[in-house]
Structure formats: structure tokens, C-alpha cells
């Protein structure tokens, strides 16, 4: 299994940027997919994650200015990112994992099974 992320980059205050996933190496959609940030120096953050139900959960400090996708066939993850404030600078990961009892449980701890290298958000 392979995540590879895109899309990263600067932008100013109040911009908008789209992340991108390929994730390879399933036949079929992983059940539980979402995106991580990690801020220098700071633990690694849960983004937002959808589950088998296909129901998008957010972190609070991006709820409503982020949004999480993903293609028809489950291999492209994205991620909206509207509004962008400095505090969202960080290294942007998407993760996976095949083991739907794992969505929750897994995002916010982090324990997802397959991750990608990551990209750089920087807002100013």
C-alpha cells in the first residue's frame, strides 16, 4: 500500500488550498482514510477522517473552513482547505487503514496502518 500526497505549498491568510492523495496498492476502497497535520516541534494532529459510513468528522479548529473528500473509487483522497489562518502551517500527511473497527479509534490516535511522506502547508 502507497499514500503520496500533493498539492501543498504558501499561501496568504485567507486562502485556499487543495490537498491531494493517490492512494494505491488496494482493490478496493481502504475502509478508513483521512488527513493528519503536524505542526514543528508539536505532536501529530488529526485533520479529519471518513469511516465505512462514508461521513466526513472533523477536528474542531477546522470544522467548517476544511473539507475532506474523495473520488468515486476510493484511490484519491483530497482535502479542501478554505480560510487558511497562520496556525494551519504544518506538514500535511494522509493516512489509511483497511480495518473499519479502526476508523475512530484509529484516526484520533494516530495508529492508522499506512501513511504517506507528507506536504508542506505554509500559511502567512
Known amino acids: 500500500v502507497q499514500l503520496v500526497e500533493s498539492g501543498g505549498g504558501s499561501v496568504q491568510a485567507g486562502g485556499s488550498l487543495r490537498l491531494s492523495c493517490i492512494v494505491s496498492?488496494?482493490?478496493?476502497?481502504?475502509?478508513?482514510v483521512g488527513w493528519y497535520r503536524q505542526i514543528e516541534g508539536k505532536d501529530r494532529e488529526g485533520v479529519a477522517y471518513?469511516?465505512?459510513?462514508?461521513?466526513?468528522t472533523y477536528t474542531d479548529s477546522v470544522q467548517g473552513r476544511f473539507t475532506i473528500s474523495e473520488d468515486n473509487a476510493g484511490h484519491t483522497l483530497y482535502l479542501q482547505m478554505n480560510s487558511l489562518k497562520p496556525e494551519d502551517t504544518a506538514m500535511y500527511y494522509c493516512?489509511?487503514?483497511?480495518?473499519?473497527?479502526?476508523?475512530?479509534?484509529?484516526?484520533?490516535?494516530?495508529?492508522?496502518?499506512?501513511w504517506g511522506q507528507g506536504t508542506q502547508v505554509t500559511v502567512s
Open positions: 493516512a489509511a487503514d483497511g480495518q473499519w473497527v479502526r476508523c475512530a479509534s484509529g484516526f484520533w490516535s494516530g495508529t492508522y496502518a499506512y
Open positions: 496498492g488496494y482493490s478496493h476502497r481502504p475502509a478508513c
Open positions: 471518513i469511516g465505512v459510513d462514508e461521513i466526513p
